[in-house]
Each structure stands twice: as C-alpha cells, then as structure tokens.
C-alpha cells in the first residue's frame, strides 16, 4: 500500500520591526510624516494600528501618516502600532491667547493707625480688545485702575483706610477676568493685622 506523504505546513517568516526613534510631536496645524521603521525581511507588510479618528494612512508600505489639524485647546496622544512595536504621537494644541499679571500675590500689613501702603498689579492680556473685568473678593479691598504703559493694564490695591479686621491673618483675592468666554485669574491677598499687645 502506497503511503503519500502531506508535505509540512512552511512556518510563516516573522516580520521584525526596527523603529529609528520612538516618538514625533506635530504641530496643531497637523500634517503629514512618516514613522522611520525598518522591516525585516523587506517584503514583509506589518499591520499598521491606531485608535484615534485624527490620524489616517496615507502609505502603508512607507509608513507614512497623516494627522488632522488639533482645534481643540489640550495636547492630545495617539499609539501607532507597526507590528508588534509602538510608536508615540503627540499633537499640540494651537496657541492660545494669553493673560499675565505680576506680582502673584500681595501681602498687605496694617500699621497701629490703621493705615497700609499701596500696592501696584500690572496686567497684559490677549483676549479680545484686551480688556478686564477687575473686581475684589473683600469690600474692604479697594482696586483703581490707572493709566498703563506698553499696553499694560494697571491697578493700585490698597485696603480701606479704618477697616475694622481683628488680629491675624486675612485671606482674600482679586480677580481678573479677560473678555469673552476667557477663564479668570485670581492674585491670592493677604492682609496682616497685628495684635494690640
């Protein structure tokens, strides 16, 4: 009885994947680029993987991508799988406009006659016409603005003259929110009343 023999199943080839950095940051403009792997062997064609809807193929066998542009205000991520090795992509967000104000804080101390210096915030902002919105947490604290320069908003912070506040410590703050839907920024005031000891 003759015996045919099945010749064995050929083991597939293992694609190895050779990666020459690990990670690229886009700009929020988006783009193309390219991943800069290597295959072995060259004829090999690994899997190319990733979650986000922001990135897409452009050429697989270049491992060349494309990210949309981020209008969005957060740095956002994404893991591009080749393989069975990940490359790391990170897109900023695009620049957004800008408020500061120096000092951070102000620390206030009240002398036996109930009086205190004034004090000196400045405030540069990019939001809309570059206005604020200026007001105190404390009805004791008294905010006038006054004339700036290099398109700087100026405030004198001083606290009212006979304020009635007992010994210690007085947390209170100014805020200062820009024009628009912008976030406000509060400058942390304190105010030291000695014992009359």
């Known amino acids: 009885m003759a ?10 080839i293992p694609c190895e994947v050779r990666l020459g950095l690990g990670r690229t940051d886009l700009p929020s403009v988006g783009g193309e680029f390219s991943i800069p792997a290597v295959v072995t062997p060259e004829s090999c064609r690994p899997k190319i993987a990733f979650g986000p809807t922001w990135l897409r193929v452009l050429d697989p066998t270049a491992f060349r991508l494309a990210a949309d542009a981020n209008t969005s205000t957060v740095a956002r991520d994404a893991v591009v799988t080749i393989g069975e090795t990940s490359f790391f992509v990170r897109q900023d967000p695009p620049a957004q406009p800008g408020l500061a104000v120096v000092p951070g804080r102000l620390v206030f101390g009240i002398d036996k006659h109930g009086e205190t210096a004034t004090k000196t ?31 700087s908003l100026v405030y004198d912070v001083t606290v009212q003259r006979g304020v009635k506040l007992g010994p210690g410590s007085h947390d209170s703050y100014i805020e200062l929110t820009p024009e628009g839907s912008a976030p406000p920024l509060r400058i942390p005031v304190v105010v030291e009343v000695p014992s009359l000891r």
């Not at 015996?3 to 597939?12: D, G, I, M, Y």
């Open 3 to 12: 015996v045919t023999r099945t010749p064995a199943a050929s083991k597939p």
């Open 121 to 151: 915030i400045s405030a540069w902002t990019e939001y809309g016409a570059g206005g604020l919105k200026v007001r105190a947490s404390e009805p004791w604290l008294i905010v006038t603005p006054r004339p700036g320069k290099n398109k």
